[in-house]
C-alpha cells in the first residue's frame, strides 16, 4: 500500500507539479522552482521515489520500470514525455540526480 501511495504522489510531482512534502533544510543547495532550498524531507522523498521506480537497483530509471511500476496505464506519449524532460544526458534512462532536478522543477 504504501509504494502504491509513493507512486500516486510522484505521478503528481511529475505530471502535475504538486507540492509533496515540506520540513527543514538539508543544505544541499538544490533550490525548487521558486528558489526555496530544498528540505532534508523533501529531498529524502524524492530519493525514495526513485528508488521505488528502480525495480533492478542499477542506479538508473528506464522504460521498462515506469511502464511496470504503472502496470502499463501510461500513456506512450507522457512516457515519451517523461524521458524526453528528464534524461539530460540522452542515455535512455534517468539517474536519481537526473529525477531530483526534474522533480525539484515541476514542484510548485
Known amino acids: 500500500m504504501l509504494v502504491l501511495r509513493r507512486l ?6 511529475l505530471l502535475l507539479g ?3 512534502a515540506s520540513g527543514q533544510s538539508d543544505g544541499s543547495g538544490k533550490k525548487d522552482s521558486v528558489g526555496r ?5 523533501e529531498l529524502e522523498e524524492y530519493k525514495k521515489d526513485f528508488i521505488d521506480f528502480d525495480l533492478n537497483a542499477d542506479g538508473h530509471i528506464d522504460a521498462q520500470e515506469i511502464r ?9 506519449r507522457e512516457l515519451y ?6 534524461d ?3 542515455s535512455g534512462t ?8 526534474y ?3 515541476v514542484e510548485g
Do not use: G, R, W
Open 8 to 13: 500516486l504522489v510522484t505521478v503528481c510531482v
Open 18 to 20: 504538486t507540492s509533496i
Open 37 to 41: 532550498e530544498l528540505s532534508s524531507d
Open 68 to 76: 511496470i511500476a504503472f502496470k502499463n496505464d501510461i500513456h506512450p
Open 81 to 86: 514525455q517523461f524521458f524526453f524532460d528528464v
Open 88 to 90: 539530460q544526458d540522452d
Open 94 to 101: 534517468v539517474t536519481m540526480e537526473e529525477y531530483i532536478d
Open 103 to 105: 522533480a525539484i522543477t
